[in-house]
């Protein structure tokens, strides 16, 4: 049974409200970074930080050794922690959509969102940007709100080359993503928390779903998993 029945409450289901949510299917996802890339290009994202992210984990024993990949990002959870924990209000949730936002202008920079998120999916922007002086304040995934209101889906589904990211409006019976919840057993990541999120995973497993929250682990963590990996494919 899809996890959508028991994490969603607040903003499914709303007359003439949309709720968005985001499935991704792990039978698909081929590892590519792709959608790591185009995120990074749309928002001008340092490097070094990830509004999205990719990890990896390698399964299995020799010679069916694989890698299973878990995309990461924030949730747009339709009860948000980070919410709660802003102490200027500069995060806050759109009513129509879902989406959990920043106001930059507002942020103070005490990272109190960051300590709320279950998902680790909040950082700081450091000073090295590109073409945008926003620096020293939370940032995080947003949907790609300013191309989804324009009728567009967002830049990692756009260039997801294995189809992997399917994006749309839950409240809607005919989109895709609601026939997928509806139809397909999907998981959410730490239901337990509470936080109602709105990413589901098709084929995740409840075993594997914690690699990749801690995005910034030290660099010896993935060298070991490629060094597994390595090993097993000589």
């Known amino acids: ?24 299917d792990l039978r698909r996802c081929i590892g590519c970074d792709a959608c790591m890339v185009a995120c990074k290009a749309e928002f001008d994202v340092p490097l070094g930080v990830f509004r999205t992210w990719v990890p990896y984990k390698v399964v299995g024993k020799y010679p069916t050794v694989r890698k299973m990949f878990m995309p990461r990002l924030c949730n747009h959870c339709d009860d948000p922690p980070c919410v709660r924990a802003c102490p200027v209000e500069a995060t806050y949730k759109v009513e129509d959509g879902g989406f959990v936002l920043q106001r930059y202008e507002r942020c ?86 509470g936080t109602k999120p709105h990413v589901f995973y098709i084929g995740a497993d409840r075993n594997h779903t914690e690699i990749g929250r801690q995005i910034y682990d030290p660099q010896n963590v993935m060298d070991a998993e490629r060094a597994v990996f390595d090993k097993n494919h000589r």
């Not at 049974?1 to 991704?24: D, F, H, N, Q, W």
């Open 1 to 24: 049974m899809s996890e959508l029945r028991i994490s969603s409450i607040e903003t499914r289901g709303v007359p003439g409200k949309k709720r968005y949510a985001m499935v991704i």
């Open 108 to 193: 103070i920079g005490c990272k109190a969102c960051m300590a709320s998120c279950p998902y680790n999916a909040r950082f700081m922007l450091p000073k090295h940007r590109t073409y945008t002086n926003i620096t020293s304040v939370v940032d995080k995934c947003t949907f790609c709100h300013h191309r989804v209101t324009q009728n567009l889906v967002p830049a990692c589904v756009q260039t997801c080359v294995g189809r992997a990211r399917i994006f749309g409006d839950l409240n809607d019976p005919a989109s895709e993503v609601s026939y997928l919840t509806n139809t397909m057993p999907t998981q959410v990541l730490r239901p337990e928390e």
